[in-house]
């Protein structure tokens, strides 16, 4: 049996006669950048994460950008950021001239640890990105507690500010895994100051092609990312600030539009398919399953597992042979038609791009031994109980040899 890592065709033949539709509009009307559909889209999408204001951008990357540049974070300013995450995450702040400063992960939630940004935290720090990885969210309190134990006092939403230098300190949200996953009841996107979401073809909601937004309670910010997001011009040809064209394209507005009504079944399905997994991989005594935190409804992006070195080399630092379990079990399930995916299999701080900030293998020990010993196993919301049944048959296979 072949079983791809997400199926894509599968979810558009489900959609065909809905999503076809609306594309054929933007060709009827060549509506091709920002427009109706984009404006419709923003609202409903403002509308399900409770939230204030969307902008519709090109891509979760440049949401990320225009997040950080929206708050005036610049060139000497720090950038708090989780060390396991996609590389997208801190080009936030590099892209606005800033200086990433990673932290490490927490060993169950596998999200920043909130206890280690206290020690990350210096007078340069200006933001600090929470990232919703693989669809849990982040536990947002415990990071505005460790603020409040730094001496920063809750202004406004997701503003600190330094009780005696007046120094703020925002928190952002990277939701691009994360779409309608919830805090405590609350949905991600209006937890911080500002957030921003992907909308690439493999994520929980995808475009046909490059798409974001970027989502936020506060006024201010919201019209700063709509200046920036389209050269600074407040009117055709007159450029009020700097910006960009991270304008969102009519058709990507449209699908997401059509896509948007089906989210909570796909996500409620995404969940279903969890729930299988850890059934059918429970008391399998090499690998542990991800756990969902009781603040979380998580939205499974992806169901990563971890998979236990061989011996009892687990701990602190992890030597170049941990992995070694992990990818033959990888290569055991590709063998047969299974497609596992690695995320991500270099954390940031060891990334080459990364060699002047001086950071070191041994450093982020949790997140070293996620990228060592994680694999994430094929999630998308069509998943048949067979395909799962057969996902989980073959673990256990390997594990018997
Ligand atoms: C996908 C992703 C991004 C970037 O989104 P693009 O739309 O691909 O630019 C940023 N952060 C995280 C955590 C992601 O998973």
């Avoid at 994460?49 to 225009?66: A, P, Q």
Wanted: net charge neutral; hydrophobic share 40%.
């Amino acid at each position: 049996m072949n079983i791809p890592f997400l199926d894509l065709k599968a979810q558009y033949r489900s959609i065909k006669s809905d999503v076809d539709p609306a594309i054929q509009n933007i060709l009827d009307n060549t509506a091709f950048v920002l427009g109706k559909s984009v404006t419709e889209f923003e609202t409903a999408f403002a509308k399900a994460h409770s939230v204030k204001h969307c902008i519709g951008v090109s891509s979760g990357t440049d949401g990320n950008h225009l997040a950080l540049w929206a708050l005036g974070i610049g060139p000497c300013d720090e950038v708090i950021v989780p060390a396991n995450t996609f590389i997208a995450t801190a080009w936030g702040a590099t892209l606005c001239g800033a200086t990433p400063v990673f932290v490490d992960c927490h060993p169950e939630s596998y999200n920043t640890d909130p206890a280690k940004i206290v020690a990350a935290i210096t007078p340069k720090t200006k933001a600090i990105v929470a990232v919703h990885l693989y669809g849990q969210s982040a536990d947002m309190d415990a990071l505005n507690e460790q603020l409040t134990i730094s001496n920063y006092q809750l202004k406004e939403q997701g503003v600190f500010v330094h009780k005696t230098t007046g120094q703020a300190i925002y928190l952002v949200e990277d939701s691009a895994q994360a779409h309608i996953a919830e805090y405590k009841g609350q949905r991600v996107g209006g937890l911080g100051a500002v957030a921003s979401f992907s909308f690439y073809p493999g994520k929980n909601l995808g475009a046909y092609g490059e798409a974001g937004a970027v989502t936020t309670n506060d006024d201010e910010v919201a019209k700063k990312v709509t200046l920036y997001r389209a050269h600074g011009a407040s009117e055709k040809y007159i450029h009020e600030t700097y910006g960009h064209n991270y304008r969102m394209e009519g058709i990507q507005g449209a699908v997401l539009g059509v896509k948007l009504k089906y989210l909570n079944e796909w996500t409620e399905k995404r969940r279903a398919v969890a729930a299988r997994y850890r059934e059918l991989l429970s008391g399998v005594e090499e690998i542990i399953v991800p756990k969902e935190m009781e603040y979380a409804k998580h939205v499974y992006h992806l169901f990563v597992i971890q998979v236990k070195p061989f011996g009892s080399a687990q701990g602190d630092s992890v030597s170049a042979s941990a992995s070694a379990r992990r990818d033959a079990l990888m290569k055991f399930l590709g063998d047969n038609g299974i497609a596992t995916g690695l995320h991500y299999p270099v954390p940031l701080h060891v990334q080459p791009c990364f060699k002047h900030l001086g950071y070191k293998k041994g450093d982020f020990p949790v997140a070293e031994q996620l990228s060592a010993c994680g694999l994430s196993l094929p999630m998308f919301p069509e998943m048949t109980e067979e395909q799962i049944g057969y996902v989980c048959g073959k673990i256990r296979e390997f594990f018997r040899k």
